[in-house]
């Protein structure tokens, strides 16, 4: 008897001690009552864009910094906002914003290096290589002062068209030629090396014909070694998301890249389940990093009188808040996201000049695209020309970051304006597409 209570004393304390780590768990890690710290719990981030203007707003802010641990200058980082005349850069509403989002322990994602909308009327009048040298140089100088401080940056904005083609949208930077997006993308890769590299765009939300140009565009840069480390679907949504909506992550994911929810609003009588539905759908892909939504409350929105987001007029949470934060507490896979990778390079040519240089090669049957990274010595540099000697066959056809002399057997490369300094010890980088086969290309470098 007296053992039969014993056992029945231990069965309780083992139920009550049960109980109490379930209760404990419940609160500590399975219901986490914000949204920034429900989605930590897969080691996701959950975000905002954020207006420079709304920051002296005390709802706004709070609200900001209780709920989202990830934020996205709404225009403050855009062409027109950053360089509003040729070669003068202005930082005040995306330094601002970062400065205010670091402080208070968020990260930052940068928004958008080239996107054919909101450029500076100077860079609308331009077009050819006067343009494409512009756009390079304002892909380097912006990503150059957030060097460091940023989580990802959309380098290229909404590129591809719309309707059945697959193809790219016709613009200004389009008509430079096809591989501006690549040469982006290079050019971003050398200015900060740590940030991931994103490509963002909308009407992607399906295994679509849009969606599908962007994937063999991803596909092919990685084939090839251009650098891209994540793509963004911007998911302006109404009342739902398509039926494939985590299937077309997943095949993106499946290629190598982070996906990234980078615009969330979603209009229409549906609005909660769908919230739910497109988090449900994150948490499904291991590299899905985490979701933005675009604004905060429904008077932040740029679908004016459309109400698409989280949180009301007044700062109050809507039904869509709930199902999102049940939907982030309910769990999902552990992401795995993706670090950036630098290019590998070849061995360096001897120290000499004042500068060495080292050439990657990413080949193809018929063709080539070679990086140069130009390293300066124990002194600065204010000005470099790189020779490089192509075997024979070997035909530059196009090339980025440098002028060229040549264009076979021994071709010399010189700085462009934004590039010939280089403080010493570091680096800058350049590239060249070609003709032909180029294994046993070779470089020296001399600075001027
Ligand atoms: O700041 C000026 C103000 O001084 C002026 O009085 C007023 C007059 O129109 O304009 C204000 O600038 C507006 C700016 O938003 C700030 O409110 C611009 O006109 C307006 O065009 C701009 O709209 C932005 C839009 O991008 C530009 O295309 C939206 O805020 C922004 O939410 C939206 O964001 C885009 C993403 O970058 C890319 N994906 C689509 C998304 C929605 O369009």
């Known amino acids: 008897m007296r053992l039969t209570l014993s056992r029945a004393a231990l069965a309780s304390t083992m139920l009550a001690a049960t109980l109490g780590a379930s209760l404990l768990l419940a609160t500590s890690a399975g219901a986490a009552t914000t949204l920034g710290a429900s989605a930590a719990q897969t080691g996701r981030y959950f975000g905002t864009a954020v207006s420079a203007g709304k920051l002296g707003d005390s709802t706004y802010v709070s609200i900001l910094d209780r709920e989202f641990t990830m934020v996205t200058p709404e225009n403050e980082m855009k062409w027109d906002a ?33 996107w054919h909308q909101q450029q500076p009327g100077w860079a609308q009048s331009l077009s050819g290589s006067d343009l494409r040298q512009a756009a390079i140089n304002h892909v380097t100088q912006v990503a150059t002062h957030y060097k460091g401080k940023i989580y990802a940056w959309d380098v290229v904005n909404e590129a591809f068209a719309d309707g059945g083609s697959g193809g790219r949208r016709d613009s200004n930077l389009q008509r430079t030629g096809n591989d501006w997006i690549e040469a982006a993308f290079r050019a971003a890769r050398a200015a900060d090396p740590g940030a991931k590299l994103c490509y963002n765009d909308y009407n992607t939300d399906g295994v679509n014909a849009k969606s599908t140009g962007i994937y063999n565009m991803v596909r092919d840069f990685k084939a090839r070694g251009v650098p891209i480390d994540c793509v963004g679907f911007q998911s302006h949504l ?31 009588s549906n609005q909660a389940n769908a919230y739910a539905a497109v988090t449900r759908a994150c948490l499904a892909v291991a590299r899905c990093a985490g979701i933005t ?38 769990g999902g896979t552990t992401t795995t996201p993706t670090t950036p990778t630098t290019t590998p390079t070849t061995p360096t ?3 000499g000049n004042g500068c060495t240089s080292s050439v990657s090669l990413n080949s193809w049957n018929g063709g080539f695209v070679a990086t140069i990274r130009v390293t300066a010595g124990s002194s600065a540099l204010s000005g470099w020309t790189v020779t490089t000697t192509l075997p024979s066959g070997a035909a ?35 590239g060249f597409q070609g003709t032909g086969g180029a294994d046993g290309i070779t470089s020296t470098c001399a600075a001027r």
């Open 82 to 114: 950053t360089e509003p005349n040729r070669n003068q850069f202005t930082y005040t509403g995306g330094d601002r914003i970062l400065n205010q989002a670091v402080s208070t322990g968020k990260r930052v994602r940068g928004h958008a290096l080239l």
């Open 349 to 351: 040519t001897p120290a």
């Open 238 to 268: 109404s009342n739902s998301a398509p039926s494939d909506y985590q299937a077309n992550l997943q095949r993106f994911a499946d290629l190598g890249v982070e996906v990234q929810i980078t615009e969330l609003d979603i209009s229409g």
């Open 293 to 330: 939504v675009w604004g905060i409350r429904d008077t932040d929105s740029w679908r004016t009188g459309e109400n698409p987001l989280l949180f009301d007029g007044n700062g109050n949470k809507k039904a869509a808040y709930t199902s999102v934060l049940d939907a982030l507490n309910a």
């Open 396 to 430: 530059v056809t196009n090339g980025w970051n440098a002028t060229n002399t040549g264009t076979s057997g021994s071709v010399a490369w010189s700085n462009v304006s934004y590039n010939g300094s280089v403080a010493a010890g570091q680096y800058t980088e350049f």
